[in-house]
């Protein structure tokens, strides 16, 4: 069995390879060399294994590259795979998010910068713009976050093909229960400290969300100053910051096959973006956010200044699942045992943007 890594950073993709069990591993040479890779997206519901990469040139523009040989080799078509129509009067940045339906064949969405969600039919290789939510009344008001205006989360529900959930800084979270045909907001108890009003209907700065391994109407957010469990499919939010020495953060991880337990990596503020203390520590829950546990043994024990992204934590798929995260200094460190133990699996890598993993 052989263990995957993906890292997608400010100059490239790195993709590291395990054969012990993730004891050790080999980092191949940067590929789309200069270009941001901003998410790298994994879809195994055929025999093979297709990986999709968002790659962003600053002299040739965005871009969407696939690898059916599990990154030995990329291919990009000659016209762009996903671009607004002309009448959107916008261009792409970039894209910042797959997603493989858990319930149909072939169907993969990305979400974007600007805010808006495109869907392939084809795996990925091409994708139209989905109308329901470009259109969407509210999109005028929908903010820029600092790092850009974009959906960053898409969340196909595992069963039901038409239900879709995304979140954007700015904006917050979204539902679609008709395939994307109408979107609803879905922000009710999650705060915006920064509006007049704290508690709008929508314009949250949500960073990002996940959906537990057991019940997917129970949700996890973390959001510019806050973190959040819904038990309803987005209904409403409560708070689940207690326990975690700030509410401030980027990523928000679900194991994938057991409910309840939930990762994130807590930042102390949005105007100080350190770690907490200055120190390397992954926080865990293993009861939906009603308690939190410290997760450091093998971490940097010294003063640690990088933060990690909002794509830059991961898991992979294996029977005792791995954690993964990536720092803005370059280092990526890795745990075979759910977070028990880390060890540093890269370093003097450029900034890290994304992680994925898997096994084959």
């Not at 499919?233 to 309840?260: N, Q, R």
Request: charged share 20%.
């Amino acid at each position: 069995m052989s263990h995957i890594l993906c890292i997608g950073t400010e100059k490239g993709l790195f993709t590291a390879r395990s054969e012990d069990d993730r004891k050790t591993w080999e980092i191949g040479p940067p590929q789309f060399q200069m270009t941001n890779v901003y998410a790298v997206g994994v879809d195994k519901r055929s025999s093979t294994t297709r990986l999709l990469a968002s790659v962003t040139s600053s002299h040739f523009g965005p871009s969407v590259a696939v690898s059916d040989d599990l990154g030995a080799t990329w291919s990009e078509p000659d016209e762009p795979p996903l671009a607004f129509p002309d009448s959107a009067g916008v261009a792409l940045v970039r894209v910042w998010q797959f997603a493989a339906s858990p319930t149909a064949a072939g169907v993969v969405y990305a979400g974007t910068q600007p805010s808006a969600l495109f869907k392939s039919t084809d795996g990925g290789e091409s994708y139209d713009l989905v109308p329901g939510l470009w259109n969407h009344p509210h999109r005028p008001e929908w903010g820029a976050g600092f790092g850009g205006q974009a959906i960053h989360t898409v969340l196909p529900h595992p069963s039901d093909p038409d239900r879709l959930l995304v979140a954007m800084s700015t904006g917050g979270v979204y539902r679609s229960t008709d395939a994307g045909e109408s979107w609803s907001p879905a922000n009710k108890g999650i705060k915006a400290y920064f509006f007049p009003d704290p508690w709008p209907e929508f314009g949250q700065c949500v960073h990002k969300v996940a959906r537990d391994a057991g019940d997917p109407e129970r949700l996890y957010a973390q959001n510019h100053h806050g973190v959040y469990r819904s038990d309803n499919g987005g209904d409403s939010w409560e708070s689940i910051a207690d326990g975690l020495p700030t509410d401030f953060g980027f990523t928000m991880v679900a194991h994938p096959s057991k409910p309840g337990v939930v990762y994130t990596f807590p930042i102390e503020a949005d105007g100080s973006r350190y770690p907490p203390d200055f120190r390397c520590r992954v926080y865990r829950s293993t009861d939906a956010g009603a308690a939190w546990e410290v997760l450091q043994n093998g971490l940097p024990p010294n003063d640690f200044y990088p933060v990690v992204l909002r794509d830059a934590m991961c898991t992979d798929d294996a029977a005792v699942t791995g954690v993964y995260f990536g720092t803005r200094s370059g280092e990526v460190f890795g745990s075979a045992d759910e977070g028990d133990s880390w060890s540093m699996i890269a370093e003097h890598l450029p900034d890290v943007l994304c992680v994925r993993a898997f096994q084959v």
